[in-house]
């Protein structure tokens, strides 16, 4: 099992940056997922984005395209998800989370993920 740590969130006008980071532990999938979700009180949780670990294909929530991008740094085993224009919708908790297997075009679905962070908060207002 992969132990997932999530850092770098925070308040932040609309329109402002944040960098999330989510650190795992020494044991990672050699193939699968890792991925940021994201929930708002009342709401379900919600797929942002997520990166393939063998091919590094990425994908986006349509409500984030263009303004979040999510990385990887192998070297140090750090998943990052770089937000840019922050809106006040974006205002959620953001989770890490973890998956083997293959099931591309399912990536938003969180019940394919083993792994999860406790999140870290977003909070987009002026």
């Known amino acids: 099992q992969v132990q997932l740590v999530e850092s770098g969130g925070g308040s932040v006008q609309p329109g402002g940056s944040l960098t999330l980071s989510c650190t795992a532990s020494?044991?990672?999938?050699?193939?699968?997922?890792t991925a940021w979700f994201r929930q708002a009180p009342g709401k379900e949780r919600e797929g942002v984005a997520a990166?393939?670990?063998?091919?590094?294909?990425?994908y986006y929530a349509d409500s984030v395209k263009g303004r979040f991008t999510i990385s990887q740094d192998d070297a140090k085993n750090i998943l990052y998800l770089h937000m840019n224009s922050l809106k006040p919708e974006d205002t959620a908790m953001y989770y890490c989370a973890a998956a083997d297997g293959y099931f591309g075009t399912m990536w938003y679905v969180p019940d394919k993920y083993r792994d999860w962070g406790k999140g870290t908060q977003v909070t987009v207002s002026s």
């Open positions: 990166r393939a670990i063998q091919s590094g294909l990425t």
């Open positions: 020494k044991y990672k999938y050699s193939f699968g997922y």
